[in-house]
């Protein structure tokens, strides 16, 4: 069998071993790209992931955590608040009635883009409201858009999710709610 020159052997052997890194490299840069650029919450036992430029913080008078986008709309914060309580229904079609109810007579200019119940990529069912309502703060009126998900938990409590930003600048937030639902994975039972 006849041999390669030197020469060949060595530039054969060089070009493998730049193909080999430039394939390693682009692995790595895969591996990283999902969960390096996440932070992690546990709340009552329900862990959550968000974007690693948004803060998580406990609210100190409320029984409630806030997720905040890095950088506000004008005066208003974009982000995910959630909160553990007492449920007002057993399993989530009731619960999403519950909490339209409680919309309906809450929120000024009220208006209803959908309403339904889905599945969680983690296999828990939950209601999602999503609405347009006006906010007035400081004699300045705020289009909003917004998501209201409901999650039973059982034993007579329900995990409620808001997510909320201008109606302007929702489809620049959407994605980051959309992945922070998705990542919600609730206590064994």
């Known amino acids: 069998m006849p041999t390669l020159p030197r020469r060949t052997r060595l530039a054969t052997t060089l ?16 591996q990283t790209a999902g969960p390096a650029n996440t932070a992690s919450y546990d709340y009552k036992g329900i862990s959550l992931q968000y974007p690693k430029d948004w ?7 409320e029984d409630a955590v806030d997720i905040k986008a890095p950088a ?9 608040y959630l909160r553990v309580r007492r449920a007002a229904a057993a399993d989530a079609e009731g619960a999403i009635e519950a909490a339209y109810a409680g919309l309906l ?14 599945t969680s990529p983690a296999g828990f069912k939950y209601g999602r409201i999503e609405y347009t309502n ?3 703060s400081a004699a300045q009126f705020r289009d909003l858009k917004q998501w209201e998900l409901v999650v039973p938990l059982g034993d ?5 999710v808001l997510a909320s930003a201008l109606a302007s600048t929702w489809p620049d937030y959407e994605p980051s709610f ?9 206590p064994k039972k």
Do not use: Y
């Open 55 to 61: 803060t998580a913080e406990k609210m100190p008078d």
């Open 178 to 186: 959309a992945k922070i639902v998705d990542s919600i994975r609730l």
């Open 134 to 136: 006006t906010n007035m």
């Open 72 to 80: 506000k709309d004008g005066d208003w914060q974009p982000g995910v």
């Open 156 to 160: 007579g409590k329900e995990l409620t």
């Open 105 to 118: 007579a809450e929120k000024s200019a009220f208006h209803l883009v959908e309403k339904k119940v889905l």
């Open 15 to 30: 070009l493998m071993a730049v193909v080999a890194l430039l394939f390693l490299a682009g692995c790595k840069k895969e």
